[in-house]
Nanobody
């Protein structure tokens, strides 16, 4: 069982930056690939970024590629999402999620494959 808690959301002007954090409970955090997803008002939840267990492999949605960076610190049981050059269309509730993986180099972008989810943190970028 893994419990995930996100933090770092808030209101930021277009062009600004935010760093989201997601801290997991338990000793097995490094057994999970991690992902960030987001859900905007009136829309379905969508994939944002994912990182392998070891942190060596990452994958991004086209909409955030070059602006967002996912990273992790397994010693702190934490995954981060650095968001730069924010746009109004980035406004959403951001969720982190954990996917159990046997391989240290695998990541996952399919929402249905994730085992545990955080409660979400709101990011608002006014237009």
């Amino acid at each position: 069982q893994v419990q995930l808690v996100e933090s770092g959301g808030g209101l930021v002007q277009a062009g600004g930056s935010l760093r989201l954090s997601c801290t997991g409970s338990g000793r097995t955090f490094s057994s999970y690939a991690m992902g960030w997803f987001r859900q905007a008002p009136g829309k379905e939840r969508e994939f944002v970024a994912t990182i392998s267990r070891t942190g060596g492999n990452t994958y991004y949605a086209d909409s955030v590629k070059g602006r967002f960076t996912i990273s992790r610190d397994n010693a702190k049981n934490t995954v981060y999402l650095q968001m730069n050059s924010l746009k109004p269309e980035d406004t959403a509730v951001y969720y982190c999620a954990a996917d159990y993986e046997y391989s240290g180099t695998s990541y996952e972008w399919r929402e249905r494959e994730y085992d545990y989810w955080g409660q979400g943190t709101q990011v608002t970028v006014p237009s």
